[in-house]
């Protein structure tokens, strides 16, 4: 019933941006956390951003001040910002979000990830 779409990863080189986007779709009611992970194969996965319903926002050390998250309620969607882009951000990015449905309880759901190369 809900799905979580992601848009934006591609193969850039080093120092340059991208824009991520995850747009949820489906009879939700609200959306309440909304999360950037990222992986790289044999490596394990990380959360490296999160934004609250009241737009809070924390940010793993590798990537403060680097990487900006921010979403629109309207549209349902969360974007991560990217800058200064390193060899060491490569990986795929997935995004998750905890919704509440109509049924009154709270789930948690996943994007099909996008890939991000960073070249050297």
């Known amino acids: 019933q809900v799905q979580v779409v992601e848009s934006g990863g591609g193969l850039v080189q080093d120092g340059e941006s991208l824009r991520l986007s995850c747009a949820a779709s489906g009879s939700i009611k609200s959306i309440n956390v909304m999360n950037w992970y990222r992986q790289t194969p044999g490596k394990q996965r990380e959360l490296v951003a999160r934004?609250?319903?009241?737009?809070?926002?924390n940010y793993a050390d590798s990537v403060k001040g680097r990487f900006t998250i921010s979403r629109d309620n309207a549209k349902n969607t969360v974007y991560l910002q990217i800058h200064s882009l390193k060899p060491e951000d490569t990986g795929v990015y997935y995004c998750n979000i905890e919704v509440r449905l109509w049924d009154g309880f709270s789930y948690s759901y996943w994007g099909q990830g996008t890939q991000v190369t960073v070249s050297s």
């Open positions: 934004i609250t319903s009241g737009g809070s926002t």
